[in-house]
């Protein structure tokens, strides 16, 4: 990280630790999960699914049910708590789904506070409908017209704008991603998810799932999921990646397939590059997976083979999408409908007294234009 | 004694400033910082991303890069320093990477995106190599910041003049010359003033201030902007004009 930025990540640090002892923050943060966001959210036996797919039962962690849609308020709130007690009057994001945009939009809103979300022109128009709705909500969204023009290149201009605000801002990061104490910061916000669900499993089955599967752009709904369940060494864990228009392609954002250890963003992970060193362009059908890297703490674990990777394709998210919708009544993320789509590998091949634990980490709203593009429909 | 080292003692010796010359990998200063081209500057405003964009599209790699320095090495003994965003070299490999920029004739290095807490593996790799590491310094570093880069950089020190990225304006010029002198409390090491100058007028201000000024974006805009054929020619008037504003009080009879 340049310089400028090493004392606020410091501060950072230093509040982020005190906040973390201090019960009133607890407690703040607790009500504004309860009350503002709606948690605990669900955990629903998706009964016509797994009949459909006849094999293990399938439990779905119902974050899309969170206030604006998706699972990325968890950590807004965390975060503009934070930055209330640092005293800083500004908040910036960047986003690619548009989906941590309109949840810091939201809880800036809540706070009073001046928010500023940095998104790729790309994913601007993909995500037309969550650009809108943060201007709804009085946030400014500044168009990043470079480089692939995605979620990496407004990472990029939102740390440019933070090094030159930084003793007024603070710098909202949506994943579990960036330098220290970001990616771990990020991940205990989230991490309310597994801890939920690991109560909701044991009071509904009696006994942990078998698996748990989630979907891997940065990875902090993955990691939100799956933190509670580490130590349990028999629950094996799946983080599911974008497969783009498949790997030969070349167009994918499917990091552990082919990519290698490198240095973006502050922090050292797998990562799509060149022969050069060079980021490469990534492609997923879905704005919040196109990212060329992944999480410092997906690498871990990976490395440490506690959790196993895969991918999902386009095609085979667009079809997981229609047969959430179908068997029952939910459209979720196509962000989402990566992991729903490795399911649907996963459960015919296990035995019915066995349970996969599926986050389901947005709902689909945001895509309903993006779908209908694809299939070729005007609205 | 290294080859920047030398520069700035003999440039202090006639009482003059050393004026440091950025330009992306494609040159009067006294010490030419080249920079090398990533897809993800997150340290450079607008100017210098898209300077790295072409550099890019033109199959510009660090390896060729390395090679360009090779050549230029036959022609002139100015001190090359690389600009290089981590994971270039990272990706390259530090220990090779150091051992391949001494054997071309690189002198230094600074990488923008790291900092000393983070030079763990590379720093000791260059110090062997030969390769002095350039850290920066920023508005908003503490004092103990201070004191560690002041410790840990060789050649001279970065100061960014500036909260923000390279080309963006320069307006509390007098907050700058306060800060060069708290870290000239810690070494006798030379600190050199960048991002935000644009003007000879801008260089003679940060002169007086500091021991070097760096200059980017302004002199890769003099190269983007106009005709290729007359490129040269531009760069080289306003690198004169920008090398009499370092001159100190001597005549510019050496330009």
Known sequence: ?379 | MSRIQSTFQRLAARGEKALIAYIMADAGADVIELGVPFSDPIADGPVIQQAAERALRSGTSLKKILATVRSLRTKTQVPLVFMAYYNSIFHYGEAVFCRDAVAAGVDGLIVPDMPPDEAGTLRPLAEKAGLDVIFLLAPTSTAKRQATVARLSRGFIYYVSLTGITGAKLTDKADVGKKVREIRRYTKTPVAVGFGIATPDDARQMAQAADGVIVGSALVKVIAEGDHGSAAARLSAFTRSLKAATLGNRELTVV
């Open chain 1, 1 to 379: 990280m340049p310089e400028t930025l090493v004392p606020a990540l410091d501060e950072l640090a230093t509040e982020y630790a005190k906040a973390r002892r201090d019960p009133k923050f607890k407690t703040e943060l607790d009500y504004y999960l309860r009350e503002y966001v709606g948690r605990p959210t669900s955990l629903y036996y998706a009964e016509r699914l797994t009949k459909k797919l006849g094999g293990a039962k399938i439990y779905l962690k119902r974050e899309d049910l969170c206030h604006t849609g998706a699972h990325k308020i968890n950590n807004a709130m965390g975060q503009v708590l934070l930055t209330q007690r640092m005293g800083k009057k500004r908040v910036i994001a960047e986003t690619g789904a548009g989906q941590h945009g309109v949840a810091v939009a939201t809880a800036a809103a809540l706070f009073g506070l001046q928010c500023d979300v940095y998104m790729g022109t790309e994913d601007m128009e993909r995500q037309a409908l969550n650009v809108f709705r943060m201007r709804l909500l009085g946030t400014t969204v500044k168009p990043v017209d470079a480089g692939s023009r995605t979620l990496k290149d407004a990472i990029s201009e939102a740390m440019r704008d933070w090094t030159t605000h930084v003793r007024t801002t603070h710098y909202i990061l949506g994943s579990v991603l960036g330098a220290h104490p970001y990616p771990m910061m990020i991940r205990d916000f989230q991490a309310v998810i597994g801890r939920e669900a690991r109560k909701q499993i044991m009071k509904a089955e009696g006994k942990l799932p078998d698996y748990l599967v989630a979907c891997v752009g940065g990875g902090s709904n993955a990691i939100g999921l799956f933190t509670a369940f580490l130590k349990d060494k028999k629950v094996k864990m799946v983080g599911v990646e974008a497969g783009g228009l498949g790997i030969e392609s070349g167009k994918h954002a499917a990091r552990f397939a082919t990519g290698s250890v490198g240095v973006l963003h502050g922090t050292m992970t797998y990562l799509l590059q060149d022969d050069d060193g060079q980021i490469q362009l990534t492609h997923s059908v879905s704005a919040g997976l196109d990212y060329a890297a992944v999480g410092p703490e997906h690498s871990y674990y990976k490395e440490r083979e506690r959790i196993a990777y895969t991918y999902a394709t386009d095609e085979e998210a667009m079809a997981a999408f229609d047969l959430l919708a179908r068997t029952e009544g939910l459209m979720p993320a196509l962000e989402s409908a990566h992991a729903i789509a490795y399911v649907t590998k996963l459960a015919p091949k296990l035995k019915r007294s066995q349970i996969i634990m599926v986050n389901l980490s947005g709902r689909g709203d945001k895509d309903v234009h993006q779908v209908a593009r694809i299939k070729g429909v005007s609205l």
